[in-house]
């Protein structure tokens, strides 16, 4: 499959590269950045040197168009809304990285990005990229959506109990993310002797991709729900751990949240479930998984049995953000969804 | 006032020496540790070097009581529970940092301790070491336990808002802390390697620190709301925030929850209230107080004026341990009660 | 005394302000800042939020000159050349924390700022702002320029030794440095994701700092001595560890290593010696003096006696920057040098 | 290839497992450890769970020998001592990752461990394992010595100018090292809390990797020339940077060290070459090669063209140990020199 990526240059562009420079059914046709046009892949990411020697294109989408099966765009939002269309109406598929198609709810849309989504219509026809729940749906759509990384990890760890959750209560989501998910463009609170050691909560309640998880919970039924999503930046480059605080309506048993976690994850590869009574790492942690595409899913749940806390861990470049979209790759060209993604995690690190 | 800090060869004996030698109305008589007796403070503590050429004495109770009029118990929980009740009937006042004393109910006591408390009936006369809520108790005891840090940090959110809190919805509590909090004993979980860059957590819902919590819930006829404490290692070394998820049991606004902080804390000296809309830190982080014994408060309410999120971060060896006891002392003492902790924050760092 | 900070708003700002705001016999007359004029001190030193109620200005020298016995200049390099003169001839005290008036010799100062010195008569009035070792220049004289951190660091550890030195033979002077060093204006190299986890080679052997050290070595008829002076940007906020290589002419003993130091440092109140058989801590490291104005010197003599490899460590923004500046002030106000500058390492931080 | 690990439940034998479990040619025959005998190898290693379910068996020769092509022997010192012996006479090709087999000379051996070689003669048949130099005498050796992970990064960066080195000058390395290269063994030193945030000088000039670096210049008919080789542990878990001081005996040009370097390893797939003009990496990183097989190095060069200052930087779990031990294994058995080590480094990180 020959696959370009526009925006190339970012901090999930270099992820993508790494990813697909070593993928065993994908040749790589443009890489385009407006910033880096005409330099050496290793001028945006110097950790490429020696690795490949593609050259960053202008944002040329014709030539894209003419020589791609697929795109990745991994651009800004407004950037994505102009792209995605025209490469849609090519023919070409897209794996957007963006937010711009993530939300399929005009109002939701609308509170987090200030604007009246301009392509309601393309918008509809988009999959939401998470394989483990709709694997089906990606397989058959030549658009889909990548979704936010905290709003993955949390729907990860929150589809096998949807159905137990009581309506009345509220489902707390307190996430926790590395300086990797700001990108890589300079601002004053991302300079390192401020950005350091901080635990700095911010969106509290209301963080963006809530509405990812509350777009998730309608699909279940469960839309009554009132969902508050914070962040917390910590002090790390990769990862994101999420803890998801859940009220079950009847009292429930460890077994059940076992036989849940196993019967939603049992056979995925990319789901591990965590939950030790040994050891330095008894629950999900991301240092667990830097550099695979390992989502790491444990659990505590209270004597009462009314209160389910659920953790997730994850690398928010890879199962949060480039490997998730080179599994959707995967699926959606056939290939084993390991391809090209069977990667050990490096630790420690 | 003659001091001495039993188990002074810790962090938080570390702290409380860093504090008591600048502090003007204090002449520190013994520091004792088991490990150290006989050698210079330098050798458990290098950054004293130069700073006071004190030496460690053996476990000597005799002596200290001798020539102590208070004495600092920074020791493990057994030795406290040994020393504490003999410093007592000698007459000498004690703060206790150990977790002996701080939980006056019997079965919480055994539920995070896995015994029978000894010592029921001193129990019943200790003070909770928080000045800005129990002053007066401090100013009038001669035994006074020093909270846990994530305790006092979640105590301290909580404190202006019991009143509206809806007994049926659960507190939530998630705290993020650094690594001096675990004490400077080797361990494999503790390495350098294994524990930079994780988040790792640990006691979900049920950390011995949320026993206080409820203790003071109970004290404010809030006993029946159900408390779920989660704890999270971050990779800093210094700090704590802790993340509240309050539920009014009726809507409130954004300036009741400013007229119930200011009442609680506008002439305290070490509580800052942080909510701000420019800058890199709009809310607390615990990266402004590294240091110092400052605590910072801050919040967001949702628009349904039922969820309000309280955030509040301090340094962990301070307003945690060290500077929160040594407030203590001020108080007992009668000293001006930043007497020895007017130290500004380190920043950044 | 009346001080001014002009500049105010950046780290070393910041740093001075922590230390003046505490300092018995200084009261702070303006802080000025473009950036901030107007604002509240906490809007850019959000760790002095509850510490200060100061207001930045303008950049309006008039007022300055008006109300300041003594101004810091902490200013980019052009600034200060501008207004240093104004203050000078003013009658105003300088301590100037910018790069402007180190190098007395016009060629070093040419080569590394690409610009002719444009006041070369004012420049031979200043002194070397380091106090251990031109304390009399410094009391007797209005105009002190702050040594550069690394330049301070190096100087304080090779002055000993300078007489011993083989002039044959290259001086190596290897330093480690935090990232605090390199300001708060956001750049892509500084942006955490980037800069976290580096060890960042830069200015391999002719990093401008090392200009001072030469400007030293002439000072003591050593001009011949080949200085390399090298600096890595490591993963820290404030710290500066150097790594000197002396060649002696003739073999030495450990023992005079010892009395050089000794006789240099013995007195001096803000130097430690570092150098133990027992301890996580054998020799300086910046961990030990962080908040602190110590630098730490410890050594490493070959058992041929001919190479002396000196290792020194230090706080950049205290005895590197902001603390020795204000040594520098008590030299030249007769205040007792250690004056609001007796503050006790934190740590661990 | 069946190969087997002895002492695989450290950091190194981690990283092994990581390469060999998805390395074409090698099936894993056995992975020895005491301390986790019986065990599931995520039990030691927790980020391999889910991706192999090994199981540890206990210190059992007679075993490892009877299914064993090759085994690495990842033991401290004297298990190796006592394993390699028993290992090479039953005819298995061996890989030792200890300082067992390492420096030739017996009087380094002995300054460095405090003994006497106990098997010199076995000592003679062992090759140096660093492929970019003795690749012939690696593939027609049975017994390989990984070398030490700062010699090595040493060596790589010294060897194409060794010829034009002054005998009379000293060579100077000042190394600086993350975390993991000091084992995983609890330790007061190593706690986070201690080790976060340093830049510790230790073994200044002596470091027992100075003697490998001896050995290496004696090959070279440079062992007149003096070595102080010194290490510095920063705030990292992986990486190592060497800065190598180098005096030439003649003046040389830029184009000369270019050709050197680009001569002695223009085709070698794992060193690049870095030294650019632009960017945030001008020079050498180890954060740019982490997770990967690669060593980079880059070098300045004085005005007056006789100091040359070369930096090299690597991963010191992978090229620094388990990348080049694997490569030595490739050479050993005919395989591509890259087979199973064709990884990407993980960036940012």
């Known amino acids: 499959m020959k696959v370009s990526i526009m925006g190339a240059s970012g901090f999930v562009g270099g992820e993508l590269l790494r990813l697909l420079l070593r993928h065993p059914s994908v ?8 910033e880096y046009a005409g330099e050496f892949i290793h001028r945006a990411h110097p950790h490429l040197r020696g690795v490949s020697n593609l050259q960053f294109i202008s944002y040329d989408l014709e030539r894209i168009v003419s020589n791609s099966d697929l795109v ?50 393309l918008l509809s026809h ?60 300079p601002s004053p609170a991302g ?66 949240v076992w036989q849940r976690l196993r019967g939603a994850y049992g056979n995925e590869h990319f789901i591990r479930l965590v939950k030790d009574k040994l050891g330095s790492f008894k629950l999900p942690d991301p240092k667990l998984s830097i550099g695979s595409n390992f989502c790491d899913i444990g659990f505590e749940l209270e004597p009462d049995g009314k209160h389910l806390m659920v953790v997730a861990a994850l690398d928010n470049l890879m199962k949060g953000a480039a490997g998730n979209a080179v599994q959707c790759l995967n699926v959606m060209g056939g290939y084993p969804e390991s391809s090209g993604l069977d990667l050990v995690p490096v630790f420690p690190v």
């Open 72 to 121: 990745f765009t991994s651009l800004p939002l407004k950037a994505s809304l102009d792209a995605v269309p025209r490469l849609a109406s090519a023919g070409v598929k897209v794996i957007d990285m963006s937010p711009a198609y993530r939300l399929p709810k005009a109002e939701d849309f609308q509170l987090h990005y200030s604007m009246v989504h301009p392509d309601q219509q």
């Open 126 to 185: 988009f999959a939401y990229g998470l394989p483990e729940l709709y694997r089906a749906s990606i397989a058959s759509s030549n658009l889909v959506a990548n979704p936010g990384c905290m709003a993955l990890t949390s729907i990860l760890a929150l589809a096998p109990f949807t159905e137990l959750m009581d309506d009345e209560a509220s489902l707390i989501i307190d996430a926790k993310v590395g300086s990797s998910g700001s990108g890589s463009k």
């Open 191 to 256: 300079m390192h002797a401020i950005r350091y050691g901080t635990v700095r909560p911010y969106k509290l309640g209301n963080h963006r991709h809530g509405s990812e998880v509350r777009t998730f919970l309608r699909s279940r039924d469960k839309g009554g729900v009132d969902v508050l999503f914070s962040a917390h930046a910590v002090n790390m480059v990769r990862g994101i751990l999420v803890t998801l605080y859940i009220t079950a309506k009847e009292p429930i048993a460890a077994k059940d």
């Open 27 to 34: 040749e790589i046709a443009n890489i385009s950045s407006r």
